[in-house]
DNA sequence: ATGGCGAAAAAATTTCGA
């Protein structure tokens, strides 16, 4: 299985890169965020006319995630809540179109778009911390617990300095802080950990190189957007890369696409991934 | 230290993202 996630900033405006990218790669499974349409103007049709099945959860001009498969995607979930807060079911996980889910060949797929925060000292920091406590609850409670779960998307955390190009410059700022770091953590426990690292120990490795300061020019990134599995799934990785040749496009999207390439469900594999 | 750039909404500028 072929898993991907890209924060594609706007569907409309990126959709013939989007096409590209699944006729050369041609994930099973490829996660957006960022899709930035309302689900009645989502521009399904020449993806569904490539054999993938589009499930998207929008709204308009912000946010916005969708699936795009070309296995059958059973109990599809558009937006997640009824995490357990003080004993009170909540829905404040569907309060912005910030996930969708659903189970593919028994792996239970969270595709997340994870608040940014914009800077330390703003109430949008405070919104960043308070959704990954209730994404936390939201694993705790649910019966996700005993199915593969593989969790990715924009998380817009880092959570090693070898994830940031100029650590000395950013690394107790947004995208970088203690408290952040800490809550992306306790989202992951003990169960989930990220496939990228299981192949790749050095820096050097973004996902995201900002519009402005050349940033891309000049490869100065970072890696926020990951791909996190559970145990049967990490056993059986064969690989994960980031195809950074996206950030190169015409207009690109400021995020490149991450994919994993796990061997499931586990065959007898003597092979090296199938895919790179 | 600040502002870069790009997209959306909507009609020249403003807001937001990371």
């Given at each position: 299985?072929?898993?991907?996630?890209w924060?594609?900033?706007?569907?409309?405006?990126?959709?013939?890169?989007?096409?590209?990218?699944?006729?050369?790669?041609?994930?099973?499974?490829?996660?957006?965020q960022?899709?930035?349409?309302?689900?009645k103007?989502?521009?399904?049709?020449?993806?569904?006319?490539?054999?993938y099945?589009?499930?998207?959860?929008?709204?308009?001009?912000?946010?916005?995630?969708?699936?795009?498969?070309?296995?059958?995607?059973?109990?599809?979930?558009?937006?997640?809540?009824?995490?357990?807060?003080?004993?009170?079911?909540?829905?404040?996980?569907?309060?912005?179109?910030?996930?969708?889910?659903?189970l593919?060949?028994?792996?239970?797929?969270?595709?997340?778009y994870?608040?940014?925060?914009?800077?330390?000292?703003?109430?949008?920091?405070?919104?960043?911390?308070?959704?990954?406590?209730?994404?936390?609850?939201?694993?705790?409670?649910?019966?996700?617990?005993?199915?593969?779960?593989?969790?990715?998307?924009?998380?817009?955390?880092?959570?090693?300095?070898?994830?940031?190009?100029?650590?000395?410059?950013?690394?107790?700022?947004?995208?970088?802080?203690?408290?952040?770091?800490?809550?992306?953590?306790?989202?992951?426990?003990?169960?989930?950990?990220?496939v990228?690292?299981?192949?790749?120990?050095?820096?050097?490795?973004?996902?995201?190189?900002?519009?402005?300061?050349?940033?891309?020019?000049?490869?100065?990134?970072?890696?926020?957007?990951?791909?996190?599995?559970s145990?049967?799934?990490?056993?059986?990785?064969?690989?994960?890369?980031?195809?950074?040749?996206?950030?190169?496009?015409?207009?690109?999207?400021?995020?490149?696409?991450?994919?994993?390439?796990?061997?499931?469900?586990?065959?007898?594999?003597?092979?090296?991934?199938?895919?790179?």
């Open positions: 299985m072929l898993f991907a996630t924060n594609v900033n706007s569907i409309r405006t990126r959709l013939s890169q989007v096409e590209e990218f699944l006729d050369e790669t041609q994930p099973d499974l490829l996660c957006l960022e899709t930035k349409v309302e689900d103007l989502f521009p399904r049709e020449s993806i569904e006319k490539r054999g099945q589009v499930s998207f959860y929008g709204q308009k001009a912000y946010n916005g995630v969708a699936l795009i498969s070309n296995q059958k995607l059973d109990d599809i979930r558009l937006g997640i809540s009824g995490e357990l807060v003080n004993n009170q079911v909540s829905t404040f996980l569907d309060e912005q179109k910030r996930i969708i889910s659903a593919i060949n028994g792996i239970r797929v969270v595709n997340v994870v608040p940014n925060g914009s800077s330390l000292d703003s109430e949008k920091y405070i919104y960043k911390l308070k959704w990954l406590d209730h994404l936390k609850k939201y694993f705790e409670s649910q019966e996700e617990r005993s199915e593969p779960l593989c969790l990715m998307g924009d998380f817009n955390i880092v959570l090693e300095e070898k994830d940031i190009h100029n650590p000395k410059r950013f690394n107790n700022g947004i995208m970088a802080s203690l408290s952040e770091r800490e809550a992306l953590q306790n989202v992951l426990g003990t169960r989930l950990e990220d990228f690292r299981l192949f790749e120990a050095d820096t050097g490795h973004w996902s995201w190189w900002d519009y402005r300061s050349g940033a891309w020019q000049k490869d100065q990134g970072w890696r926020i957007d990951h791909i996190y599995l145990e049967e799934l990490i056993n059986n990785a064969r690989s994960c890369v980031i195809h950074k040749k996206a950030r190169g496009n015409i207009q690109p999207s400021d995020h490149a696409p991450v994919l994993v390439d796990i061997n499931w469900p586990p065959q007898e594999d003597n092979e090296n991934s199938l895919f790179y």
